[in-house]
């Protein structure tokens, strides 16, 4: 079944955008969903956001508490006993309670901060037994930065919890006392709240310029809050992404290892591909020309005539077979790329599209076969899409270097609505494009134009 969301269908077929518009700002503005009347400012103190910011800073003390002092504990203990054999067992338990703490601090994170933070990678004992896997946890950087985090979070979390606490219940009190003042005008035989008071005089809020003036400060404070609130939590976003998820490296290697697959899935889909073309093109031809020319060889003493004919046909058959044989050969890689580089190569595939094509490349030199043969493979696709789905009048492809990046950009006054999200071939082109660590952005609103940006690493 195609996909009918808009763009390109994974049938290769174009489709509109329905009833939903695009994606702005990572939230969809669909014309059935109803926009807030009160601007975010006015209402952040009541959204279920704010609280649940407000819930972690809470939290955050009694369990940093704990994860401080048990951290501290074992680690403290564990150094002590290092001159018996008692050490190594309890500094291996301290690094693995820390790292169950952190699986219940990311789980904290992603439940009442929204912030999705991938486990670290596992532990990986050389051997079996208890003696491997304290080693492994004792080796483990993850282990220790885990402690790193417990040791830090401590003093970052009293002070949020602090300014958190003071903020929104100073605010909160000051904005509902007019209803305070209302329901006890006199306690303890004073009226109003006392803003300051010494032996000699006290300054009291009971008259209404200034209860008026003291909610006003307090819709101030309880405006504010949550965003100070939220200022907070970024540190502690930082902290858990920084210190409780993978590292860089082993974020790094689980990249390379997706986009080895990507690229070895690829390069299968393309040998695929060349047999299928050779199976059922030049190859079927072939074999229909080598039965003409043997029956073209029996007709020939008795009929030479009709032998003629037929090695005419043969010829006619030959030639085609030749082009196919071409037409394969510069999908896999064309000859002109490899002579004279982009600039031919785009304008050789530019006056092959069914819409005038403007081509423009403004390199000083060659990037590396890889990544020039990437750059012309993407914009022979793009081009593709052009002729067959966009319904655009006329098109424009540039070329251009910034820096260690290889710019290329297809721009057509199509329809518009094509989608790289949508399962289609802009897809599979982002997913190519990823394996060398390339991007592909596409801007396509309906009704169009559509621009295309792919951008390349330069390797020289």
């Known amino acids: 079944m195609a996909t009918q969301y808009g763009g390109y269908s994974d049938h290769g077929e174009y489709s509109r955008y329905g009833d939903h518009a695009r994606y702005t700002d990572g939230r969809s503005t669909g014309r059935g969903e109803r926009r807030p009347?009160?601007?975010?400012?006015?209402?952040?103190?009541?959204?279920?956001?704010?609280?649940?910011?407000?819930?972690?800073?809470?939290?955050?003390?009694?369990?940093?508490?704990?994860?401080?002092?048990f951290a501290v504990t074992m680690l403290s203990l564990g150094a002590g006993l290092l001159v018996t054999f008692l050490g190594i067992p309890v500094l291996a338990a301290g690094l693995a309670g820390c790292r169950g703490f952190g699986?219940?601090?990311?789980?904290?994170a992603r439940a009442l901060l929204g912030l999705e933070v991938a486990p670290p990678e596992p532990l990986r004992p050389r051997g079996k037994g208890a003696l491997s896997w304290m080693g492994a946890v004792l080796r483990s950087g993850t282990s220790w930065r885990h402690v790193l985090y417990a040791v830090l979070h401590l003093p970052w979390a009293v002070f949020s919890f602090a300014v958190s606490v003071a903020f929104w219940s100073y605010g909160w009190a000051m904005l509902t006392y007019p209803l305070w003042f209302w329901v006890f005008p006199m306690y303890g035989g004073q009226g109003g709240l006392q803003l300051y008071g010494d032996e000699q005089h006290r300054i009291y809020l009971d008259n209404p310029f200034e209860i008026t003036v003291t909610a006003l400060v307090g819709l101030l404070f309880t405006l504010a809050t949550p965003w100070i609130v939220r200022a907070l939590t970024t540190v502690d976003r930082v902290l858990v992404h920084g210190l409780l998820g993978p590292s860089r490296l082993a974020s790094r290697v689980v990249e390379l290892e997706s986009d080895r697959g990507v690229v070895v899935d690829t390069a299968a889909a393309d040998l695929r591909r060349i047999e299928r073309d050779l199976h059922d093109g030049a190859q079927a031809r072939l074999v229909a020309l080598a039965m003409d020319l043997g029956l073209a060889k029996e007709k020939l003493r008795e009929d030479p005539r009709a032998a003629a004919r037929m090695v005419d046909e043969a010829h006619g058959e030959v030639k085609t077979a030749l082009q196919e044989l071409r037409d394969l050969a510069r999908g896999i890689h064309p000859a002109v790329l490899t002579d004279r580089g982009l600039d031919a190569a785009l304008s050789a595939v530019a006056s092959r599209c069914t819409v005038p094509v403007q081509v423009e490349v403004d390199l000083t030199e060659r990037p590396a076969p890889a990544i020039e043969g990437i750059a012309y493979?993407?914009?022979?696709?793009?081009?593709?899409?052009?002729?067959?789905?966009?319904?655009?009048?006329?098109?424009?492809?540039?070329?251009?270097?910034?820096?260690?990046?290889?710019?290329?950009?297809?721009?057509?006054?199509?329809?518009?609505?094509?989608?790289?999200?949508?399962?289609?071939?802009?897809?599979?082109?982002?997913?190519?494009?990823?394996?060398?660590?390339?991007?592909?952005?596409?801007?396509?609103?309906a009704g169009g134009p559509t621009r295309v940006t792919a951008e390349l690493p330069w390797r020289a």
Do not use: C
């Open 37 to 69: 009347r009160l601007p975010l400012a006015l209402r952040a103190p009541v959204e279920a956001r704010a609280w649940r910011e407000f819930a972690y800073v809470l939290l955050s003390l009694p369990i940093s508490i704990v994860l401080f002092t």
């Open 103 to 108: 699986s219940l601090e990311r789980t904290r």
């Open 377 to 445: 493979f993407t914009v022979s696709e793009l081009l593709q899409n052009v002729s067959k789905h966009s319904g655009a009048r006329s098109a424009s492809v540039d070329v251009w270097r910034v820096e260690n990046r290889l710019m290329v950009q297809v721009v057509d006054d199509g329809v518009g609505g094509a989608d790289a999200s949508a399962g289609s071939g802009l897809a599979g082109l982002a997913g190519r494009l990823d394996a060398v660590d390339g991007i592909l952005v596409v801007d396509s609103p």
